[in-house]
C-alpha cells in the first residue's frame, strides 16, 4: 500500500515538472514576442521617422530652388545626403509645371528578434511635396495698402499718404479690415489684423488721415524692436514687429470710403511716421522674405510675386 503511494506521488511530480517545462516555454514565447514588438518594431519606426524627415527637409530645400528644376534636384540629393539618405535610395521628381517637387525615400530594415518568427526584415517608405510660390492669402496684416507697381528691394515707399499725394479725396492708402472707424484701425496697426486676408478679396478703403491713431501704432511696432541698434534694411530680423506685411491693391481712383481689390502682399520695414495732421506720411523699405513666424497664410505657385513668398509642404 505504502509503495503504490509513492509511485503517484512521484508520478505526480514528473507531470508538475513537464507542466513547468510547457509553461516556461510558451512564456519565453511570448516575451521573445514582446522584445521583437519593442524592438524590431521599434526599429522600423524609428527609420521611417528619419526618413520622412529627411524626404521633408529635402524637399522644402528644393522648393526654394524652382521653377529650376535641375538647381532643385541637386539641392534635394544634398540634402537627403545630409541627412544620412543616398541618392540610391530616394527618388525626385517634379510636376509638369515645375511648380511642385516631390521627394520619395525607401530603405530595408532588418530584424534582430522576429527572425525566430521568420521575419528577416520589412521595407520603410517616406514621402514629401512642397511647392514654393507667392503668398496668396496671409494673417496680421497691417491696415495700410499700397497700388500695384514693380518693386525694389531696399526702396522706401509711402505705406500711408499725405494730404497732398493721397490715392483720391480723403484717402490716403488706409484700409478698413474688420471693422471700420479710427479704434480698429488702430488695433490692427498695432497688433496685426487677426482675420485673413486673400487674393482677389475687395477691400473697403478706411477715409481720413487719422493720424493720432497712425502715430500710436507705428511707434507702438517701432517702440517694440528689441534688437540694439534697432533693425534697419541692411540688418533686421524677419520676425521684428517692425516688419510689416501690407497688401497691393490694383490702381483705381478712390474717393471717400471705397473698394480696392486686393491682388498681392509685400513686406516693409517700418520707417516711422513723418509729418503732423493731414500731412502725417508712413514710410517703409521693401522687403523680400518669407512670412514672419506665427502668420497663417497660403501660397500660390503660379501667382504674381510681390516679395512675399515661401515654400511649403503639401499633400
Same mark, same amino acid.
Given at each position: 500500500?505504502?509503495?503504490?503511494? #509513492?509511485? !503517484? ?22 516575451? *521573445? ?7 524590431? !518594431? ?8 528619419? *526618413?520622412?524627415?529627411? &524626404? ?24 537627403? @545626403? ?10 525626385? $521628381? ?15 530594415? #532588418?530584424?534582430? /528578434?522576429?527572425?525566430?518568427?521568420? *521575419? ?23 491696415? /495700410? ?25 480723403? +484717402? ?6 474688420? /471693422? ?7 488695433? #490692427? %496697426? ?18 481720413? +488721415? ?8 507705428? +511707434?507702438?511696432?517701432? $517702440?517694440? &524692436?528689441?534688437?540694439?541698434?534697432? &533693425?534697419?534694411? +541692411?540688418?533686421?530680423?524677419?520676425? &521684428?514687429?517692425? !516688419? ?14 471705397? @473698394? ?7 513686406? /516693409? ?38 516679395? %512675399? ?5 503639401? @499633400?
Amino acid at each position: 500500500m505504502m509503495k503504490t503511494l #509513492n509511485d !503517484v506521488l512521484r508520478k505526480i511530480r514528473r507531470d508538475e515538472k513537464g507542466t513547468v517545462l510547457v509553461l516556461a516555454a510558451a512564456l519565453m514565447t511570448v516575451i *521573445l514576442g514582446f522584445a521583437a514588438l519593442a524592438t524590431d !518594431v521599434g526599429a522600423l519606426a524609428l527609420e521611417k521617422s528619419r *526618413l520622412q524627415n529627411a &524626404c521633408d527637409a529635402a524637399a522644402l530645400a528644393a522648393a526654394r530652388e524652382l521653377p529650376s528644376t535641375v538647381a532643385a534636384r541637386e539641392k534635394a540629393v544634398e540634402y537627403l @545626403e545630409y541627412n544620412g539618405v543616398s541618392p540610391e535610395e530616394a527618388v525626385i $521628381s517634379f510636376d509638369s509645371t515645375g511648380t511642385r517637387v516631390t521627394v520619395e525615400a525607401s530603405r530595408q530594415v #532588418n530584424f534582430t /528578434f522576429a527572425r525566430i518568427f521568420g *521575419l528577416s526584415g520589412s521595407q520603410v517608405s517616406a514621402k514629401a511635396s512642397a511647392v514654393f510660390g507667392s503668398v496668396k492669402s496671409i494673417s496680421g496684416v497691417v491696415p /495700410f495698402g499700397i497700388p500695384e507697381q514693380k518693386l525694389v528691394y531696399g526702396q522706401e515707399y509711402k505705406l500711408k499718404a499725405g494730404s497732398h499725394d493721397g490715392y483720391g479725396p480723403g +484717402n490716403y492708402g488706409a484700409l478698413a479690415l474688420g /471693422f471700420r472707424g479710427a479704434s480698429s484701425y488702430r488695433n #490692427n %496697426l498695432k497688433y496685426g489684423y487677426g482675420g485673413t486676408v486673400s487674393v482677389g478679396d475687395w477691400v473697403l478703403t478706411e477715409p481720413g +488721415n487719422m493720424s493720432g491713431p497712425t502715430a500710436e501704432g507705428v +511707434n507702438y511696432r517701432l $517702440s517694440l &524692436c528689441r534688437h540694439t541698434p534697432k &533693425c534697419t534694411i +541692411n540688418s533686421y530680423h524677419p520676425d &521684428c514687429p517692425m !516688419v510689416v506685411i501690407v497688401p497691393i491693391f490694383e490702381p483705381t481712383y478712390l474717393s471717400g470710403r471705397d @473698394e480696392v481689390k486686393i491682388v498681392g502682399f509685400g513686406a /516693409f520695414l517700418l520707417k516711422g511716421v513723418e509729418g503732423t495732421g493731414h500731412e502725417s506720411v508712413v514710410s517703409g523699405y521693401f522687403l523680400q522674405m518669407v512670412p514672419p513666424e506665427g502668420l497663417r497664410y497660403t501660397l500660390d505657385p503660379n501667382g504674381a510675386d510681390y516679395g %512675399l513668398h515661401a515654400a511649403k509642404l503639401v @499633400e
